[in-house]
């Protein structure tokens, strides 16, 4: 059966001061198609789609949206949900002092008399709780639940809204492979209906295992639109970065020396549950120019584990010795005195302010060794500036935009460049390429080794286990809190790291 056309988005483009983020784009969706979008970080993916959601009203841009043949002029979201649109934003915009049912309905509340009925929100919630697979009830407050939690709740959110089309804008970034899956499992079925799905991801794993078409787009232009079958992901790969990529991860040993920390019985207790801990009696040395990764299930302890170290969480019991002293370390402060530093996965929890220039987000935990007597040496501050900018590839028209102006996975780049300002001798990595493209990706791997032949010995907390394998000298697998294992590069494999993770390599 031919499918029908849906969508089409044509000639559109749409400039920001200095930008030229969409360049007369063409763009179709079908009924009933799962429709992939890949590009690389800041090619315009999240730009195109909040057109299409009315996020960017009609008089900023150009170009013409039509829904079934006929066009739409949306000035606000609210029009683009009336036209059967539904989209899910890559920075999840949560209501966290709300129930899971608020959020929900947001601003869609039931009334009777006047008054909101709970009850009926409520039960009605419900529904659409089980729906996603969450597990927590209606009147839980949304800052209780974890970030993969509430990505569920706001998938519900738009399926209230009964979409014939389907935004969802890197909706598995924060979720677990099973999370992902019941999220696949919901996309299907809604395909089934007739409803196309859109999907923003930079995980061609799941492109190939669910999409049925695939767009590519490259500097804000359309680079080619395929059915699966037409395609291949080293061929995707290269019409996203307009090159051929050869080797994906670039790692080479460096020379690996003395023992630079020591982690020993470090407990940390659950943040919920009584009488558990999620960290329990973890001791582990790192040496110089060693990438130790760590992995194990969303759960295990992992971030638990650094965040510790850094001095971000309390411990229950644990000391530290780094270059064979013992420090205390009870806030990050002490942390980075003491040559820590953490990049952690969620942005937008700490690490960066939307508000500052790139330049100051890069510049802000670095101010003291840039400082002379209390002044900020602007030149060389500057200049590093510009040197990690460039390095990583940021896409932006200079240091002084900001921050908020760039697209997710740029932003990701600036927390890296921030902590990298800093010189660490330790640096810890929690999940460093979550929501960054193949390109980028790989110019991190890069980074990474020219750092540990530096000198500087690595910690990446990593769920994508081929990355861990290739970039760790050595991974330790963290089950339920504990050590489960730990694993020399050469005897590291899928199978040895998940079995440890799940527990059936102690038994
Ligand atoms: N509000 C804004 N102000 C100025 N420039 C912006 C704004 N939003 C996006 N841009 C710029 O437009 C371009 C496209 O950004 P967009 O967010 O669409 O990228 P993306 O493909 O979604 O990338 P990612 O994979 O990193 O999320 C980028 O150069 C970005 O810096
Ligand atoms: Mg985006």
Not at 257 to 273: G, Q
Request: with cysteine.
């Amino acid at each position: 059966m031919e499918k029908q056309i849906i969508m089409q988005m044509k000639h559109i483009t749409k400039r920001f001061p200095g930008v030229l983020a969409l360049d007369d784009v063409n763009f179709e969706a079908y009924a009933g198609e799962i429709l992939a979008l890949c590009g690389e970080n800041g090619a315009g993916k999240s730009t195109l789609m909040k057109i299409l959601s009315g996020s960017y009203p009609r008089s900023a841009y150009e170009g013409k949206i039509l829904i079934e043949g006929k066009e739409c002029r949306f000035t606000d979201t609210e029009k683009s949900e009336r036209a059967g649109i539904a989209m899910i934003y890559q920075e999840i915009s949560m209501h966290l002092d709300e129930t899971v049912a608020e959020n929900i309905f947001m601003g869609r509340w039931k009334k009777k008399k006047g008054i909101i009925d709970w009850k009926w929100m409520n039960q009605e919630a419900q529904e659409y709780i089980a729906m996603v697979g969450l597990r927590a009830r209606p009147q839980e407050l949304l800052r209780n639940l974890s970030t993969s939690q509430q990505q569920l709740v706001a998938i519900a959110r738009a399926l209230t809204k009964n979409p014939r089309i389907l935004v969802l804008d890197e909706p598995t970034s924060p979720l677990t492979i099973q999370e992902s899956d019941k999220l696949f499992s919901i996309l299907h079925r809604l395909k089934k209906k007739g409803i196309a799905c859109i999907l923003i991801t930079h995980k061609l794993g799941e492109v190939f295992a669910n999409a049925d078409r695939v767009v590519v787009m490259r500097d804000g232009r359309t680079i080619s639109a395929s059915r699966m079958e037409e395609t291949s992901e080293d061929k995707i790969v290269s019409e996203m970065v307009g090159r051929k990529m050869e080797s994906y991860y670039p790692k080479e040993t460096a020379p690996i020396k003395e023992v630079v920390m020591e982690v020993k019985n470090v407990t940390v207790a659950h943040p919920y549950a009584a009488n558990k801990n999620i960290v329990e009696d973890v001791s582990f040395s790192l040496r110089k120019g060693e990438i130790l990764g760590i992995g194990g299930l969303v759960g295990a302890g992992r971030s638990e584990l650094v965040d510790a170290v850094f001095g971000k969480i309390r411990k229950n019991s644990g000391e530290l010795f780094v270059d064979g002293r013992k420090v205390t370390i009870k806030s990050p402060a002490d942390a980075i005195r003491a040559g820590i530093a953490l990049v952690t996965e969620d942005r937008k929890t700490d690490g960066i302010v939307g508000g500052l220039s790139i330049r100051h987000n890069i510049a802000l935990a670095s101010l003291r060794e840039l400082s002379g007597y209390g002044i900020m040496k602007g030149k060389k501050e500057k200049a590093k500036v510009e040197e990690l900018f460039s390095r990583m590839g940021i896409k932006a028209p200079g240091t002084e935009v900001l921050l908020q102006q760039l697209s997710g996975g740029n932003q990701q780049k600036v927390v890296l460049c921030k902590w990298l300002m800093r010189k660490p001798k330790i640096l810890i990595l929690d999940e460093p390429t979550r929501g960054i493209d193949v390109g980028a990706k790989a110019e991190i791997y890069k980074i990474m080794v020219s750092l540990a032949k530096e000198g500087i010995a690595i910690i990446m907390i990593s769920s994508e286990l081929p990355e861990l394998i290739s970039m760790s000298d050595r991974v330790l697998v963290l089950a339920e809190g504990k050590l489960a294992g730990e694993l020399a590069r050469e005897e590291c494999t899928q199978e040895k790291i998940m079995m440890y993770a799940t527990n059936i390599g102690n038994q």
